[in-house]
């Protein structure tokens, strides 16, 4: 009955025999216009959102549960679970798409990908055989200059002490979501040790492994050529500050992400960004924010040292703060810019964000770098060792 129903308003279902759609799907939060089904495919969940021109399973099935979709996405094959995908994202054959996953505008994925808890920023482009699963990236102002990871890539993110705290911040919120600046490359056959942060402008050449952070704009970096084989301890942790820090600031960009979703997002409000999918970018981003909480929790309690004695006080933070909009000034200000540039122009996200001025984006950046700043100095005051004072290097 309800594939009838879909096909009467007007979805394209070349097969429909070959359609599972769940009994708890509201086939009203599936567009009519242009959006097409193809064999195999299997559709579950309650908030699952597909909107105008979609198309799922073009090069094999696809299995859809509680996910939101934009217009003109393309999900070619494979299994997507609670993830959200703006305006032209695609995802190739074979992926695996998994809890906590947000791909912006234009966002794209070759065949055979992997991720979770992963949110890429327009444009963010992953070629085939890939695991980048906890990471956040950005960086790049279009289709044409976009940040990159190349084929046969892994983000490294479980330890031999058999923890996640490592999430990795690849490029920044702050000025990341203004569209114009340096992409980042991360070259094919190579691997990045969680946590890391790397500065926009970064270039790791292809196969290298890389273990450090790189705070420094538009360095080009090799690996390899280098080996060694010392004793391992089980439990032994080693740059346990350098680990606690990246994940600190890692959660603070999120927190910082969260407030860019609820006070710029909903400006562009309109027939193909309906509330329901903003609704499900704050969902999966609330989700991937109790997920590194839960991670760096986890990994806390297993140090014998004052980070499991402080960690108490530590998620205290995280959980009274978390609401913290940065400075209001500064916040009303850029949502000005923001406002008029839409009356302007109209709710096109990616042609506004790049429209604006680069002083007054430089504004919106300020303010979301307050934001992180702000979890900074809280860390700063309770651990004075660990957050050193980075004026000079994105936070």
């Known amino acids: 009955m309800k594939i009838e129903k879909l096909i009467e308003k007007g979805v394209k279902i070349p097969n429909p025999g070959s359609i599972d759609i769940g009994d708890e799907v509201d086939i009203e939060r599936i567009s009519g216009n242009g959006a097409v089904i193809y064999s195999g495919c299997k559709i579950y969940g309650k908030s699952t959102l597909i909107l105008r021109g979609a198309k799922l399973g073009y090069e094999g099935p696809v299995t859809l549960e509680n996910c939101q979709i934009g217009p003109e996405v393309e999900l070619k ?16 054959s074979g992926a695996q798409v998994r809890e906590g996953t947000i791909l912006e505008e234009e966002a794209s994925c070759a065949h055979t990908v992997g991720l979770k808890q992963t ?15 906890d990471c956040l990236m950005s960086g790049g102002t279009s289709r044409k200059d976009h940040s ?12 031999p002490n058999q923890d996640k705290a490592t999430a990795s911040l690849i490029g920044d919120v702050p000025k990341g979501v203004m569209l114009n600046q340096r992409p980042v490359f991360l070259g094919g056959q190579g691997g990045l040790v969680g946590p890391c942060r790397l500065a926009f402008g970064t270039v790791i050449a292809a196969g290298s492994i890389y273990r450090r952070d790189e705070l420094r704009p ?4 090799f690996e390899g050529g280098r080996s060694g084989n010392i004793p391992f301890t089980p439990g032994l942790y080693l740059g346990v500050h350098r680990i606690v820090t990246n994940n600190i600031i890692y959660i603070a960009n999120l927190f910082a992400l969260m407030q860019w979703y609820r006070q710029i997002r909903p400006q562009f409000v309109s027939e193909e960004f309906p509330e329901a999918l903003l609704d499900g970018l704050k969902e999966k981003l609330a989700s991937a924010i109790e997920e590194r909480i839960r991670r760096l929790k986890a990994f806390c309690q297993q140090q ?26 500064l916040r009303d200000n850029f949502l000005d810019k923001v406002r008029q540039a839409v009356s302007e122009s109209g709710k096109d996200y990616i042609s506004v964000i790049k429209a604006i001025a680069r002083k007054d984006s430089e504004i919106g950046t300020c303010w979301l770098q307050g934001i ?7 860390f700063r005051f309770l651990l004075p060792d660990i957050l050193p004072n980075e004026d000079n290097a994105p936070l």
């Open 77 to 92: 094959g494979g299994f997507f679970k609670e993830a959200v995908f703006l305006k032209k994202a695609v995802m190739g």
């Open 218 to 221: 538009d360095r080009m970096i």
């Open 119 to 133: 949110i890429l920023f327009p444009f963010v482009t992953l070629g085939s055989l890939i695991n980048f699963c």
């Open 148 to 159: 990159e990871v190349g084929s046969s890539y892994i983000h490294f993110n479980y330890t």
């Open 304 to 329: 014998e040292d004052r980070f499991s004695e402080q960690w108490p006080k530590m998620e205290e933070i995280f959980r009274s703060q978390q609401n913290y909009e940065g400075d209001a000034r």
């Open 372 to 378: 992180v700043a702000h979890f900074a100095a809280e």
